[in-house]
């Protein structure tokens, strides 16, 4: 018995057709929420396109399709991205034209492979769209690729800076503590 389709989602079976070799094409879907469970078992899938689609977010596990080396995610209504996303390790291109993100995680900066990055038509802080360029060709979407990645490691770097100083801070703050509990014995 065929099972009927959920608004939003997509069935296994319908899936399955949408796979051809190292491809995956979920475009123009009218999906809300990707069947991440069923796209795992796709092991040898290198290029998604998940574009013009309703999605709002894209799921912490799909970081796990490690084998990706381009993902197109243009035109949904993604509002951020999971940390997790430096876990694609191979990604080359990455394409977030037309969505709705202000800031980028700093997963990002572990995006060595990266050489391709569309985030026109978004919503970004000023410091990342000034980082980020315009984009309207490929070598500008290389340079965008390249001063993006370049800007998230210095922004994770200066996260682990602040993350450093703040628990010499409680730990200063708690040895100070204790010989002022020592001297009041």
């Not at 190292?22 to 998940?50: C, F, G």
């Not at 993100?101 to 995006?111: I, K």
Request: aromatic letters at 4%; one cysteine or more; charged letters at 25%.
């Amino acid at each position: 018995m065929a099972s009927k389709k959920k608004s939003g989602t997509m069935s296994k079976q319908e899936l399955k057709g949408r796979v051809d070799k190292a491809e995956m094409d979920l475009s123009l879907s009218e999906l809300t929420t990707l069947p991440v469970r069923d796209m795992l078992t796709y092991s040898r899938v290198t290029k998604l396109d998940i574009s013009c689609n309703k999605l709002t977010e894209i799921p912490e596990e799909l970081c796990d399709m490690r084998q990706l080396l381009i993902l197109d995610a243009s035109k949904n209504a993604l509002s951020f991205l999971p940390q997790a996303i430096g876990r694609l390790e191979k990604l080359r291109q990455l394409d977030l034209f037309s969505n709705r993100l202000s800031s980028l995680p700093l997963g990002f900066a572990e995006l060595r492979h990266l050489n391709w990055l569309d985030l026109k038509s978004n919503m970004l802080d000023s410091d990342l769209a000034k980082a980020a360029g315009t984009c309207v060709d490929a070598r500008e979407c290389q340079e965008c690729a390249e001063n993006i990645v370049a800007f998230m490691r210095s922004k994770a770097s200066q996260a682990q800076r602040v993350h450093q100083e703040n628990l010499l801070r409680q730990r200063s703050m708690l040895f100070c503590g204790l010989v002022l509990f020592l001297f009041l014995l």
